[in-house]
């Protein structure tokens, strides 16, 4: 089984970049597609950005393109999301996940088969 771990967030104001980090334990997630996702109070889990096993292809929500920015750090097993201009409207607790097979960069949180616990990042205005 592979463990999951993000850390990074906190409270910022708008404008601000952070940085998550997601370390996975227990087994190596080289060749693992990964992802991040969030969940809002009151709403369902969505797709922030995805990148395969390499690294060499990401993909991501409409709503972060240009802002986020996922890259993986394969030495370290390691995957990293940075979050630039923050908004208020990113607010949520952000989820790092892996999926053990296949390879497209899915948005779909029922196809990926481990989890972090997460970490909750709050933005004000």
């Known amino acids: 089984q592979v463990q999951l771990v993000e850390s990074g967030g906190g409270l910022v104001l708008a404008g601000v970049s952070l940085r998550l980090s997601c370390a996975a334990s227990?087994?190596?997630?080289?060749?693992?597609?990964a992802s991040w996702f969030r969940q809002a109070p009151g709403k369902e889990r969505e797709f922030v950005a995805a990148?395969?096993?390499?690294?060499?292809?990401?993909s991501a929500a409409a709503s972060v393109l240009g802002r986020f920015t996922i890259y993986r750090d394969n030495g370290k097993n390691t995957v990293y999301l940075q979050m630039n201009s923050l908004k208020p409207e990113d607010t949520a607790v952000y989820y790092c996940?892996?999926?053990?097979?296949?390879?497209?960069?899915?948005?779909?949180?029922?196809?990926?088969?481990?989890w972090g616990q997460g970490t909750q990042v709050t933005v004000s205005s």
């Open positions: 996940a892996a999926r053990e097979t296949g390879r497209l960069l899915s948005s779909k949180p029922d196809e990926y088969d481990y």
């Open positions: 227990r087994r190596t997630i080289s060749n693992y597609v």
């Open positions: 990148i395969s096993w390499t690294g060499g292809s990401t």
